[in-house]
């Protein structure tokens, strides 16, 4: 796994205790939670996708992340490759749109003109304001309650359709091109979970990376997992469309831990998204997986920690 | 200009103070100044160069940034395209050779599989802690003195170097490759002058943009430029090589306005770079350039400033 050796490699120079040892979704440092992700066209988004939406999810993805270590987002620096006019300003139409939505300034960046067919690529550093507490990955203990912000599976599903038609539209198309990044509710939890991230490449690889920063194991309740109404219209809700949803990635979830006596529904909470419980750490390692039939065999492929598209730096088991 | 309209574009969503409405090298947030430059193949570096010194001047271009604002680097966060394994460690070990030299840690981003036969391209936010004063482009006034730290027209003489023989070697193909941000002298000169900026695309054109963003104009004595004494083994000091390194590019040279009556040589300096006093900033617009001979053209080329390849955000008249 070529990519695990860069970020092994890459870890040698961060130093700071606010790197977190690149095994986190963002790194602290002076009250501000700062993360870094980059798309390419081909690889993150298409060349079909609606410019304003591949801006959007630029801006949110990253956003989501500022989410899932309770941070107020702030201010953002661009990096923009120069393209046709109306494609470029299609894209900074999506960047303003989520930049104004969630309250973040532009303060910097570059533009670069790539060489003729190169494809496209836009970078976008997030800097938030941290609240007194910003969880880790690595924060959870056995015993703990595993808890989803948010639904998982459509996305992956909106993603599913556009592979099949480019030009399929629906609630599902529009999650995956437009991701809500869920700011409010990482705010509510941050401060009383003992671990957090956001759920990005898939629940299941995104849980196990949770699970080894913390040193435990988990079990998972596959019936618990939070399915849209859109979702289960489209695809149900038995054993195979529930595990389509715990590795489809791209939902942009939150997962989080508590204290087992803790009920994060107590908290005060937005009004939206649902939470959910949907397992909880135990002692070892590993994930185990169960349904109202018993035991559900682990699926070879957990989300996608081996794509060769996209990988934070943190996203590694 | 198409760049100019997308960064015109940008400007709307650039709200916060601290962006200096991206007319400025780095953004300041939370007494931290940011700034985020990304690299290309076969734009800003040639796929023959060797990886470690496209790694060094990923890092180094930053930092050069922040050495014009008098900040002190602190972290960066990377983005990186996976490629050969050869490739990409060689690459990281220039970016820890110049994290190292310069107490940097990296604190976060990401790593992205391009297509195939895509064009490598890195990003790299730095991040450095201000000092009391964070000289803008624009606080300049006509009668102000204008100096030079560092060296002008090496690298841009190495380049052309490289472009006639890939093989080329030497002491102005190494500061093409390697260059040097004047860290210590920017510190050094902050708190004093009136405006600072780094050379990155030419005296001419950066001067040019300083001027613009100080509401002046600038006298140039073209004879006090400073050249390198490799510089004039190679290409002479007549008004034809004064002027191509007056618009050559990529010096990374530091470049500050003081009141009339302040000489920065009387400060607490590092030993090196030179600093040269090279005019002054008169009332008006434009530039106007001089030598022992009289008056000089301005030349049509001031710099990189309509390449088709890097422009920061702020680099822009």
């Not at 040193?215 to 595990?243: H, K, N, Y």
């Not at 590993?286 to 794509?307: S, T």
């Amino acid at each position: 796994m070529k990519e695990a050796e860069v970020i092994d490699r890459l870890r040698r120079i961060a130093t700071h205790p606010g790197a977190r040892d690149l095994r986190d979704d963002a790194a602290v440092l002076d009250g501000l939670v700062i993360t870094h992700d980059s798309v390419a066209e081909g690889v993150h988004f298409f060349s079909t996708d609606p410019p304003a939406s591949v801006g959007w999810k630029l801006v949110a993805v990253n956003l989501s992340d500022l989410a899932a270590k309770g941070a107020k987002p702030v201010a953002a620096l661009l990096s923009f490759s120069l393209s046709d006019m109306d494609w470029d300003f299609g894209v900074i139409d999506g960047i303003e749109a989520a930049c104004e939505s969630y309250g973040v300034s532009l303060i910097g960046g570059d533009t670069i003109a790539l060489l003729p067919d190169a494809p496209r690529v836009y970078g976008l550093t997030a800097i938030g304001r941290a609240a007194a507490k910003v969880p880790s990955r690595s924060g959870g203990s056995a015993g703990d309650g595993l808890w989803v912000a948010g639904s998982l599976g459509d996305s992956a599903a909106g993603l599913a359709q556009l592979i099949e038609d480019a030009a399929a539209s629906g609630p599902m198309v529009d999650i995956y091109r437009r991701p809500i990044p869920l700011l409010e509710m990482g705010r509510a939890l941050a401060g009383h979970a003992t671990a957090m991230m956001d759920i990005s490449d898939g629940l299941l690889v995104d849980l196990a990376r949770l699970c080894s920063a913390s040193g435990c194991a988990a079990e998972i309740d596959l019936d618990s997992l939070p399915l849209s109404s859109a979702f289960v219209a489209e695809r149900g809700q038995d054993r195979t469309a529930r595990l389509f949803a715990a590795t489809g990635g791209d939902d942009y979830a939150l997962l989080a831990a508590f204290p087992a006596e803790f009920d994060p529904v107590s908290l005060s909470l937005p009004r939206a998204p649902t939470l959910a419980c949907i397992g909880r750490l135990v002692a070892g390692s590993g994930l185990m997986l169960h349904d109202r039939d018993g035991g559900v065999p682990l699926p070879e492929r957990l989300g996608y920690e081996h794509r060769a598209s996209s990988a934070s730096v943190d996203d590694r088991l």
